[in-house]
């Protein structure tokens, strides 16, 4: 079965959450039962010049992770710091030799469930398979990631690229972050779970996106709805999300 990861609207349980440093506490107000906590590269989308992470980030980042180990333990799953190329191409020079760097660094300092995310430059899946085989020589993770497929709408990069990653991680749990919808279909034996919050977005035509919480809740239910026709017959796993209010 697929796992679909995201952070639900308030007042709906779920049990697949994915969460970053500015939501993380969410975490202690709701029930789960596994996490994901993502690094927080949305702060590269908002500073198309950084060419790394604020000053101290990584140090606070690696203080909270062992926090939420100390407190979650084997209900969540930290993604090590990396550097995406799809928001602004070219924006780290080399994206994957500092990505690489960052696993290599965290691999060393803590023993924590650790998830390394392959990266890429701007679709380019030479560079992605680079990334996977780098990733596969510093040590044998139980999970990984993908990153490239977040902001790319070519669905043939997309398949690739998640086809790619089962090769060089068979026995891995695999995670993509952000595939899009239409690509969900093609990628559903490869990966074993996914997250996104395009279940804000509106589902059909000239309709807005969800502005109140009822209409985040119906939204959530109808995008839930969806995936589990497309995931079939692998069917996806998730469990019964009721209201709370």
Not at 95 to 106: D, G, M, Q, W
Not at 125 to 130: Q, S
Not at 134 to 162: H, L, P, Y
Not at 184 to 200: E, N, R, V
Request: aromatic residues 16%; charged residues 25%; hydrophobic residues 35%.
């Amino acid at each position: 079965m697929v796992r679909f990861y995201t952070l639900p609207p308030n007042g709906v349980n779920h049990e697949f959450i994915c969460v970053n440093p500015k939501s993380v506490k969410q975490l202690y107000k709701r029930q789960f039962s596994h996490a994901i906590c993502d690094s927080g590269v949305h702060y590269f989308y908002s500073n198309p010049f950084a060419i790394d992470y604020p000053p101290g980030y990584l140090e606070e980042y690696m203080k909270l992770s062992r926090e939420l180990f100390s407190l979650f333990g084997e209900r969540i799953s930290i993604v090590i710091p990396d550097y995406p190329d799809d928001y602004y191409p070219g924006q780290f020079r080399d994206n994957v030799k500092k990505t690489l760097r960052n696993i290599k660094i965290f691999r060393e300092a803590e023993d924590l469930p650790w998830v390394p995310t392959i990266q890429a430059k701007f679709k380019d899946i030479k560079t992605f398979e680079l990334c996977c085989r780098e990733i596969s020589e510093i040590d044998d993770f139980e999970t990984v990631a993908i990153g490239t497929v977040c902001k790319v709408r070519n669905v043939n990069f997309i398949i690739k690229c998640c086809k790619m990653a089962r090769k060089y991680f068979p026995n891995s749990w695999i995670h993509a972050f952000g595939p899009p919808l239409n690509a969900i279909p093609y990628i559903k034996y490869y990966i074993d779970s996914f997250d996104s919050t395009a279940w804000t977005f509106p589902r059909k035509a000239n309709n807005s996106s969800c502005k109140t919480a009822e209409e985040r809740r119906r939204y959530f239910s109808e995008y839930v709805s969806r995936l589990a026709q497309i995931l079939e017959p692998r069917n996806l796993e998730l469990t019964d999300f009721m209201s709370n209010v």
